[in-house]
Nanobody, 118 residues
Framework: QVQLVESGGGLVQAGGSLRLSCAASGSGFSISAMGWYRQAPGKQRELVASITSGEDTNYADSVKGRFTISRDNAKNTVYLQMNSLKPEDTAVFYC????????????WGQGTQVTVSS
């Protein structure tokens, strides 16, 4: 089995920073891509940033220039450095991994709360 364990969420003032981490544990798999999604109360879950095993990245327009996604392939870990946080960034952030175990399957973390106060 594969598990995604997230950490780094919390409460921060506007303008502050947080760094989220997500580590994939298990065996018998390789990761094609990892990413971060977020879901605010009453809103649809949206892609924040993603990164492939080849280090190609993609960002939502609302976070470009403020957030940076990176990964450590040896540790099967993805990071999201969030700077200049805004109250509208407040959401539950979910780690996602596209994992090959013969076929390509999406896995999700349990979510970590990010709250940005004004």
């Amino acid at each position: 089995q594969v598990q995604l364990v997230e950490s780094g969420g919390g409460l921060v003032q506007a303008g502050g920073s947080l760094r989220l981490s997500c580590a994939a544990s298990g065996s018998g798999f390789s990761i094609s891509a990892m990413g971060w999604y977020r879901q605010a109360p009453g809103k649809q879950r949206e892609l924040v940033a993603s990164i492939t095993s080849g280090e190609d990245t993609n960002y939502a327009d609302s976070v470009k220039g403020r957030f940076t996604i990176s990964r450590d392939n040896a540790k099967n870990t993805v990071y999201l450095q969030m700077n200049s946080l805004k109250p509208e960034d407040t959401a539950v952030f979910y780690c996602n991994a596209k994992i090959k175990r013969g076929i390509l399957i999406n896995y999700w973390g349990q979510g970590t709360q990010v709250t940005v106060s004004s």
